[in-house]
T-cell receptor
Framework: GAVVSQHPSWVICKSGTSVKIECRSL??????MFWYRQFPKQSLMLMAT?????????EQGVEKDKFLINHASLTLSTLTVTSAHPEDSSFYIC???????????????FGNGTRLTVT | QKEVEQDPGPLSVPEGAIVSLNCTYS??????FMWYRQYSRKGPELLMY????GNKEDGRFTAQVDKSSKYISLFIRDSQPSDSATYLC??????????FGTGTSLTVIP
């Protein structure tokens, strides 16, 4: 159980275009989803926390107008990288935590990540 | 001081060895502790999840938490080449904020 599906697994786009990444919880409802960015050989850097039905909370230094997050349902969150530039090239990973009150402190379950390359 | 400290390695062991991976932390409020395994170009995979102090065993993996020392460990017995990956520790006290170590790169040599 607790499967998080992330799509696409990799994407190449041209500078100036937008890219949407989807994150789905397949067998549980996720009130909270987290979006991370990971550079080579570095740990996870939290970008934003999204709660179903409300605006995402962005970490300091993350441009909310550039990284649009939508969490419209309990099983789907999307990250859209708008007007992508080569410096946005990175590995983006989503994670989710369950909504069951009994699992309030349940662990995070991660998607398999999306490798974005902006040319 | 970082909230969570983890030796990045790299750590290289022969097949069959016992591997010990460790993290220290500074916030005594942390209650829930996790270990993740991350293969190259993949998302982290949950290995162990423990609450408060004590040991938890799952197959070849044992997670240990010592809250008095603010120290957690992951032991891997009979290590296999397929265990070669980066191991991340993580912890939380609110369930809304998770703190990660930088990850330890492990290579198990056949």
């Amino acid at each position: 159980g607790a499967v998080v599906s992330q799509h696409p697994s990799w994407v190449i786009c041209k500078s100036g275009t937008s890219v949407k990444i989807e994150c789905r919880s397949l067998d549980f409802q996720a009130t909270t989803m987290f979006w991370y960015r990971q550079f080579p050989k570095q740990s996870l850097m939290l970008m934003a926390t999204s709660n179903e039905g409300s605006k995402a909370t962005y970490e300091q230094g993350v441009e909310k107008d550039k990284f649009l997050i939508n969490h419209a349902s309990l099983t789907l969150s999307t990250l859209t990288v708008t007007s992508a530039h080569p410096e946005d090239s990175s590995f983006y990973i989503c994670s989710a935590r369950g909504s069951d009150p009994a699992s309030y402190n349940s662990p995070l379950h991660f998607g398999n990540g999306t490798r974005l390359t902006v040319t | 001081q970082k909230e969570v400290e983890q030796d990045p390695g790299p750590l290289s062991v022969p097949e069959g060895a016992i591997v010990s991976l460790n993290c220290t932390y500074s916030n005594s409020a942390f209650q829930y502790f996790m270990w993740y395994r991350q293969y190259s170009r993949k998302g982290p995979e949950l290995l162990m999840y423990t609450y408060s102090s004590g040991n938890k065993e799952d197959g070849r993996f044992t997670a240990q938490v010592d809250k008095s020392s603010k120290y957690i460990s992951l032991f891997i017995r009979d290590s296999q080449p397929s265990d070669s990956a980066t191991y991340l520790c993580a912890m939380t006290y609110t369930g809304n904020q998770f703190y990660f170590g930088t990850g330890t790169s492990l290579t198990v040599i056949p």
